[in-house]
Structures are given as C-alpha cells and as structure tokens.
C-alpha cells in the first residue's frame, strides 16, 4: 500500500428475526467512510483497517474515490481483500451518471467489488419537472449500468422529503425510476424533516437495498451517537427486512463529542447492543 497518498471513506413477531440477523450476521454493518474522513484523508489505509477491526463488514467510500487512477484501486481492492471486508456501493457526485464520466465510474466500481453505484447528490435542482428530469437520467443510467452488471441508487437529503408544489421529490424520483433502482435512505434527514422512514420504507417494496444509519435528535441535530437521537430503529429494521429489501447497513455518523474512529466505534457497539434487545 505504499503508493495510496494522503490525499485520497413491528410487531413482536419481527422482532426474534430481527436478534437472530444480528447474531448470525444476516445483514451485514458497515460504515459510510465519510463518517470518518479526517482520518481517510490522513492515512486511509490506517483508517480502513481501523474500521475492519472494529468489526465493520463493509465500508462505503463516498465521492473523492472518483479521482482515483486504477492501479489505485486495486490496491485499496487488495486491502479489503486481505481485511476480510466489502465496498457494496460508492457515492459520486453527477459526472459518474455522465455521458463523458460514467465509465470511469464503472471501471472504478468494478476494481472495488461494487454492487451500487449510488448519486450521492443531485446538485441545484429546480422544481418538479426538474426531479422528473433527474429521474429520466437516472433510468438511462440505469440501463448502462445492468448492462455491466452494476445498479444504480440515489441517496435524499432533506430537500427530497420536503414538500415541493405538493409532492415531495423522492416520490418523483420513485415514480421515474425503475423498480430496480435503489433508494438508498438515509434515515437521519428524513426524521429531521419529520417524515416516516417507516412508511417510507414499506412504500417502497423491494428499493430501500441500503440504509445510513444516521440518527438526530431536536436538540443535538446529527451530533449523537446512534441510538442517541429519536429515530425509531427497531421499527425501521423490521420495515427494512421484511419489506424493503435491505441488503446491507451502513452507519454514518457527521460528528460527535468524540473524535471520528472512536465515534465509529461506539455506533456501532451501539447497534449491536440495539440489535441484541
């Protein structure tokens, strides 16, 4: 690894296959790297085996990868491989889902293992028409991608669940999508803006493959510790599993009264003790 620079992370009776996916590891636990991006752009390297050790089973690198040459993705694919760990799914900013930088895209992704190709942003997007739109690019991405064996996936903030003209622009996005498409939800930003990832979640059969274990609370905002906040988490995981087609969990986590590695740790003892209940 000597060339990777610093430069470049319901109701009772769902709750005992709820333990038991916890136990046997049914649902892998990762981490959003950004949770942790002070330290990726220190020594990722360090970083990512830091994360592996704690018990993460899978990690998801989030936009800079983009800049990243082949030869060094093959070595962070070397680092995984040896660590024991998966990268399911990237973030990217609009240029992976380009005509000109959606192939650098795909050769990164496939080096990694990738399954997910996911929009982590959508940029400025004007008014309703304009999440249509989205969508459109989104569905031709879509078919580029299946042809490659990847998927493609979109990841809200809360702009996507607030009300826009009345509708919100999720429900668009979900509605000029293909069923294939992963909503990938981030549950913090939907509570903030008080919605229902629950409803969410079970209104999406089969496309909320991946969710950000992000919590909030009124008073801290995203400065707690998972579990910490007021996201109703045994509820979200029974939607998740029994609906919502969920495949992989990622915690993430924007900032703590602790530093970023040992903030990730405490998530995810946290989740593990919220999983075991």
């Known amino acids: ?97 380009s005509t000109d930088g959606m192939q650098k895209a795909i ?11 996911v929009m982590a942003s959508a940029g400025k997007v004007v008014g309703l028409d304009g999440w249509r739109a989205l969508g459109g690019t989104l569905t031709a991405a879509c078919e580029k991608l299946k042809a490659v064996g990847l998927r493609a996936g979109y990841h809200n903030h809360q702009t996507e669940f607030q009300l826009l003209d009345g509708k919100r622009p999720i429900e668009v996005l979900a509605a000029n999508t293909p069923k294939e498409f992963m909503l990938q939800l981030d549950v913090g930003t939907c509570v903030e803006v008080g919605q229902d990832p629950v409803a969410w979640i079970k209104a999406n059969p089969g496309r909320i493959n991946s969710l950000h274990l992000k919590d909030w609370a009124p008073d801290k905002g995203y400065g ?37 590695l040992e903030t990730a740790q405490r998530c995810l003892a946290a989740y593990k003790k919220t999983r075991s209940l």
């Open 1 to 97: 690894m000597q060339n990777i620079t610093r430069r470049s992370f319901l109701a009772a009776s769902t709750m005992a296959p709820l333990a038991l996916s916890a136990a046997g590891g049914k649902i892998p636990v990762g981490l959003e790297l950004y949770s942790v991006r002070n330290e990726m752009g220190k020594d990722l390297p360090a970083t990512v085996t830091a994360v592996a050790k704690m018990g993460y089973q899978v990690v998801e690198f989030f936009a800079p990868y983009y800049d990243w040459t082949e030869d060094y993705a093959k070595q962070v694919r070397k680092l995984l491989d040896d660590l024991g760990i998966r990268c399911n799914s990237t973030h990217n900013g609009p240029k992976s889902f």
């Open 107 to 117: 050769d990164l992704n496939k080096i990694l293992g990738a399954k997910y190709v």
């Open 224 to 260: 707690v510790l998972f579990g910490e906040g007021v996201c109703p988490w045994r509820q979200i995981f029974a939607a998740a599993e029994s609906v919502g087609g969920v495949e992989y969990y990622l915690i993430e986590q924007e900032g703590s009264r602790f530093a970023e």
